[in-house]
């Protein structure tokens, strides 16, 4: 479409977008106005109608499917019951702006085949080149699963969702469906070690193998490409290499912070990357920092990566962290009591493949003993672990510190007694707790007898006063926290 308002036309219709906006914003979670409704461009008020420009046909379906209440409330607010709203989609899904000149891209050899994306993000692509050889088949590259490098083990079924993985899950799933189709183009999954990056995006991998036959999925790790660059130089291969990855439909490169200061690696990967996305193929990235925080990776490299989506994966809440264990639990074929599960959410925070381990642990430890699975077991198990990798802070080696320090009984501090004399070591105990853990508020309650939420913060608070004011208080617990952070 063609923009050719007088300035204070293109004003109205800014103020009317803007009023939409404002109630937009206001619905929806930040994550979301800003994947959504950000990119939005004000195009055209004729009347009653506005039109906005949106980035792809997937953002429109996708608006349409999630947000036509909230548009319609919006247009409510800016322009009244008649209001009418259409769409424009801009074709080129990879630049933000319209005018922008395609990239030209240099590379060794192009391959002639691929074809440039039209409206639909389609492009032709026979794989013609007989001579293409795979570098997975290069020398010391195992030769296990071949094809796609993909464990069909991780799949959408299994990735548990909840509030800490929602967007980027349905993310994937979006570019699982519609690959090189969606504005999500590359889509970058980052978050902490252990969060579920590989789970989800070899689901992705996954469910595009399972669906799209002749679409070549292709799932590998920074390191892994980086060996094989480098070998492929070692061994005159290059072009080789080069010509194999411009054929994948959809290439899936875990852990791009590997990359960081491999300056050769990262221009060939530059080079794969726009040949791919120029030619409508989907480029999926998972990284353990948000692209801002990649050091050592060339500016032009990360512009690419802001093309499309990116999403985090953060740190699962109590909730999805019971669902989690259930659902590990059903896997298994066992049935846990909740309240064993209770205690391992309470007491695992820290990432969800600590909290396989503790799982597996468990399991082991009752078809051993031949005991049956209940919370005495799981703190033993716990216990262990927590010996093994030498990291003593927990929950119940601070409480334990405490009731020596103070000369009082662990089922004291956990009772109901209002003595001072364990009123005060129970206040220092969840003071420790909250400054040596990662624990919630709700998860130290949980371990003092079942406290609330705000008792905890009544002790912390008492705590942080008597450090100021009693010397012997500040003292003991000084000490106490020294034993703990050596
Ligand atoms: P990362 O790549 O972020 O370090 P992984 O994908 O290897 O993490 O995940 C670690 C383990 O936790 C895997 O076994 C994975 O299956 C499991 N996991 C992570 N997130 C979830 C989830 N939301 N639901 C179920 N399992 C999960
Ligand atoms: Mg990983």
Not at 294 to 298: N, S
Not at 416 to 419: E, F, H, M
């Given at each position: 479409m063609t923009i050719l308002e007088t300035p204070k036309v293109q004003r109205d219709v800014d103020v009317v977008w803007q009023n939409c906006l404002k109630i937009i914003r206001d619905s929806i979670s930040e994550q979301s106005y800003k994947t959504w409704?950000?990119?939005?461009i004000p195009g055209k008020l004729e009347g009653k109608k506005l039109t906005i420009q949106v980035p792809s046909q997937f953002f429109y379906e996708w608006l349409e499917e999630n947000y036509v209440q909230l548009l319609r409330k919006a247009l409510d607010y800016a322009i009244g019951r008649e209001g009418m709203l259409e769409y424009s989609i801009i074709v080129d899904s990879g630049n933000q702006k319209k005018n922008e000149p395609p990239i030209s891209i240099n590379m060794p050899q192009q391959n002639p085949s691929a074809g440039r994306a039209d409206g639909n993000g389609r492009a032709d692509s026979h794989h013609t080149n007989e001579q293409v050889r795979n570098p997975f088949e290069m020398?010391?590259?195992?030769?296990?699963?071949?094809?796609?490098?993909?464990?069909?083990?991780?799949?959408f079924d299994n990735f548990v969702e909840g509030d800490c993985n929602r967007l980027a899950r349905a993310a994937g799933f979006a570019v699982a469906s519609k690959p090189g189709v969606t504005?999500?183009?590359p889509l970058m999954i980052y978050g902490g070690v252990g969060l579920g990056k590989t789970h989800l995006v070899q689901a992705i991998g996954n469910f595009m193998k399972n669906r799209a036959v002749n679409k070549f999925v292709l799932y590998v790790s920074s390191e892994k490409f980086t060996s094989q660059f480098i070998n492929a130089i070692r061994n005159n291969s290059l072009q080789d290499f080069m010509n194999f990855y411009m054929q994948v439909d959809i290439l899936i490169i875990d852990?791009?912070?590997?990359?960081?200061?491999?300056e050769k690696t990262q221009e060939t990967f530059f080079h794969i990357f726009n040949h791919l996305h120029q030619s409508g193929k989907q480029i999926v990235m998972t990284s353990d920092r948000p692209p801002r925080e990649?050091?050592?990776?060339?500016d032009r490299l990360l512009s690419r990566f802001k093309w499309g989506l990116t999403a985090d994966l953060q740190t699962p809440d109590f909730e999805t962290r019971i669902a989690i264990i259930q659902k590990k639990a059903q896997a298994e074929g066992i049935s846990i009591a909740y309240e064993v599960i209770e205690y391992l959410a309470h007491s695992i925070d820290t990432n969800v493949r600590e909290l396989e381990g503790v799982m597996i642990s468990l399991l082991a430890q009752a078809s051993l003993t031949r005991r049956d699975i209940d919370v005495e077991l799981a703190k033993s198990t716990l216990r262990h672990l927590i010996k093994d990798s030498e990291k003593e802070v927990t929950i119940d080696t601070i409480i334990e510190s405490v009731t020596e320090h103070f000369k009082v009984r662990i089922p004291d501090l956990k009772g109901?007694?209002?003595?001072r004399e364990i009123v005060l070591p129970r206040q220092i105990a969840m003071y420790l707790a909250k400054e040596l853990t990662n624990l919630s508020l709700k998860s130290i309650g949980y371990h003092f007898g079942g406290r609330d939420h705000s008792t905890v913060i009544h002790a912390i608070q008492t705590v942080n006063d008597l450090m100021d004011t009693d010397k012997d208080i500040s003292g003991a617990v000084n000490k106490l926290l020294k034993v703990f952070r050596k």
């Open positions: 409704f950000e990119p939005i020398k010391d590259l195992d030769s296990l699963n071949l094809d796609s490098y993909l464990n069909p083990n991780y799949t504005s999500f183009n852990d791009v912070q590997f990359l960081s200061g491999k990649l050091e050592g990776v060339e109901k007694s209002r003595l």
